[in-house]
T-cell receptor, first 110, second 113 residues
Framework: DAKTTQPPSMDCAEGRAANLPCNHSTISGNEYVYWYRQIHSQGPQYIIH???NNETNEMASLIITEDRKSSTLILPHATLRDTAVYYCIVRYSSASKIIFGSGTRLSIRP | NAGVTQTPKFQVLKTGQSMTLQCAQD?????MYWYRQDPGMGLRLIYY???????DKGEVPNGYNVSRLNKREFSLRLESAAPSQTSVYFC????????????FGQGTRLTVV
């Protein structure tokens, strides 16, 4: 599985868009990019995933660069409840392991 | 629909004692996983089971054993607990394809004294 690199921490003002970057420069063609978050030591929660195209759901948007070497998770209107550790994961299409990195701790300022 | 259920939620063990952490999912998922999370750290994969009848080592398997009892249940056993195994343990499950998400339990907080 490709290794990912994320900043250890970020902060964002409430109501603004939070943009969380992830570098996965060794990603291969059949690896998906997943994002999860973990709120205050609860079990991680799935947010979104994608392969090549940008994706959007009710929680967030995922922007993947054309070369697929990096991606950005966008929370369009951050709230205090979005304070969490966000994990970017790259996973082979046929593999079963899900390997977490150290993630980005996102703090939302009131 | 309960999702992924872990038991117990909390446990204190003495060094050298053994115990089994239980995990069950009701989503008909093929794959199941066990992770540990030490304070202030990310999750590390201990063991996983890609499908019923198979198990494989993850990143940190030493000191643990697993059993995939059936499609629903995946247990983690500590044969001789050590203080270094003090951690929060998470179980997860997913379909065995890339385009679906994994669902996590709420964790078992284990302290070994």
């Amino acid at each position: 599985d490709a290794k990912t690199t994320q900043p250890p921490s970020m902060d964002c003002a409430e109501g603004r868009a939070a943009n969380l970057p992830c570098n996965h420069s060794t990603i291969s063609g059949n690896e998906y990019v997943y994002w999860y978050r973990q709120i205050h030591s609860q079990g991680p929660q799935y947010i979104i995933h994608g392969l090549k195209n940008n994706e959007t759901n009710e929680m967030a948007s995922l922007i993947i660069t054309e070369d697929r070497k990096s991606s950005t998770l966008i929370l369009p209107h951050a709230t205090l409840r979005d304070t969490a550790v966000y994990y970017c994961i790259v996973r082979y299409s046929s593999a079963s392991k899900i390997i977490f990195g150290s993630g980005t701790r996102l703090s939302i300022r009131p | 629909n309960a999702g992924v259920t872990q038991t117990p939620k909390f446990q204190v063990l003495k060094t050298g004692q053994s115990m089994t952490l239980q995990c069950a999912q009701d989503m008909n998922h093929n794959s199941m996983y066990w992770y540990r999370q030490d304070p202030g750290m990310g999750l590390r994969l201990i063991y996983y089971s890609a499908s019923e009848g198979t198990t494989d080592k993850g990143e940190v398997p030493n000191g643990y054993n697993v059993s995939r009892l059936n499609k629903r249940e995946f247990s983690l056993r500590l044969e001789s607990a050590a203080p270094s195994q003090t951690s929060v343990y998470f179980c997860a499950s997913s379909y065995r394809v890339s385009y679906t998400e994994a669902f996590f339990g709420q964790g078992t907080r284990l302290t070994v004294v």
